[in-house]
């Protein structure tokens, strides 16, 4: 029916003007049409921490006043995981509802997303939905003829897998990590976690990051100023034009900040003056990349989508660095960017949809991998082949209908692997020699480990990991891929 659904407005518009019961009947027709094709828009944050936003840390010291209204119209999610502690990673699980251990992402700048893989712009590209990606991709190299970031080039060309290949209609896109203001310079003298935003640019240097459109093209205009609102300055267009034309759409809004290196602009600096240059910075990039997100709410509203738009908010892992030497907070959680402790994974997570969820907060666990099974109950999609998804359906626990998760969610970077399994995490640092047990229940600080007071717990989870581990490594060696259907 949505397939023909354009043509049959135009149709019924000519009878409408006729006949009054028609115009009726075909309000609720169009009404439920779009409650069946709901909008899509995942904003990611990079490296911001769970004690970094007021609605989540209230005595954080980071204005984030559109974030926190978009806490209160939504779902708050107080236990909301990225897939790992680290970026890419994160990243891939969004779009294939699998586990980066699944596709060859391990950690950062390491392989990329795999053409066997189903994502969830290709799933809606087939529903007609218009599909595009802003900001930071991290899943693949952009170029393979100039030095680009961390990988691009010909020195990377085995892992060119930019957006356009992976159901994406549109993108404005970097490799990886830029500078949070003035993108694509750095001063003379510049540091590595940050600096004041440069004024005599004539000094500057080239960061060695570059923008890229959908068809590959370097982008070289609006690339001054807040790297948000340039972002911001790319995907509003692109949901103007689908709301227009009347389709529904999928954006990923995958901002920078407040990844280091972290710069500001006066004005947003200008509520930090008291802090040293590393803090007023990180603060500030955050305050602007807030703007953003109440600015993009604004627009939602302003086109008459909201209500009809799932939109998420979450980070991509906990925050940089060490407890006093990085500004970012994971507020009372052990561990940070790189740990699989909660400080390293619990983040900030948030979905505003008005015509279906009411607001308040919810415990239940949930993780990026969870976005592709969701969307997918939601429309009603059958996939095209019984891979196996780490992630499960959020949609009972967002409409109020359940308030447990179905299914135990798996972590593992490098040696360390954990296992939650509703209040209970394992945890190992040493590939799975030794154990430790949390009940987060009670000790979501993970300051005391009950592993010697429960060993048959422990031995039965530590089997139902390994297990898992093992239908990771088969997907690894490709045993999931064959022809798409």
Known sequence: MLAHFDNYHQAMESMMLRTPLIAILFS??????????PNVVLVMCDDLGYGDVNCFRPDSPIATPNIDAMSASGLKFTRFYSAAPVCSPTRGSCLTGRHPYRYGVYNANTGHLRQGEITLPELLKQRGYATGHFGKWHLGTL?????DANRGGPRGAKHFSPPSQHGYDDSFVT??????????????????????????KSKAKPYGTRYWDHAGIEVTENLEGDDSRIIMDRAI??????????HPFFAAIWFHAPHLPVVAGEKHVAQYEQYDVYERNYYGCITALDEQVGRLRATLK?????????????????????TGKAPGSAAHFRGRKRSLYEGGVRVPGILEWPSRVTPGTTDVAAVTSDYLPTVVEVLGIEL???????GTSLFDVI????????????????KQITWHSGIFKLYSGDGGTSWELYDLSEDPGESRNVAATHDRLVKKLAAEVSAWQASCKASDEGNDYGPKN
């Open 28 to 37: 609720l027709l169009l009404t439920s049409a779009q409650a069946e094709t």
């Open 237 to 246: 267009p692109f949901i103007e034009k689908a709301a227009s034309e009347k």
């Open 399 to 414: 409409t109020g209908k359940s308030n447990s998760r179905e299914k135990p969610i798996g972590f593992q970077s490098g």
């Open 175 to 200: 490799e990886s990590k830029v500078p949070t203001y003035d993108p694509m310079i750095k001063p003379a003298n510049a540091g590595k976690n940050a600096w004041d935003a440069i004024v005599d």
């Open 302 to 322: 302003q086109l008459g989508v909201a209500d009809n738009t799932m939109l998420w908010f979450c980070s991509d892992n906990g925050p940089e660095g060490q």
């Open 143 to 147: 170029t393979k003829t100039v030095q």
């Open 384 to 390: 095209p082949d019984t891979r196996p998804l780490d």
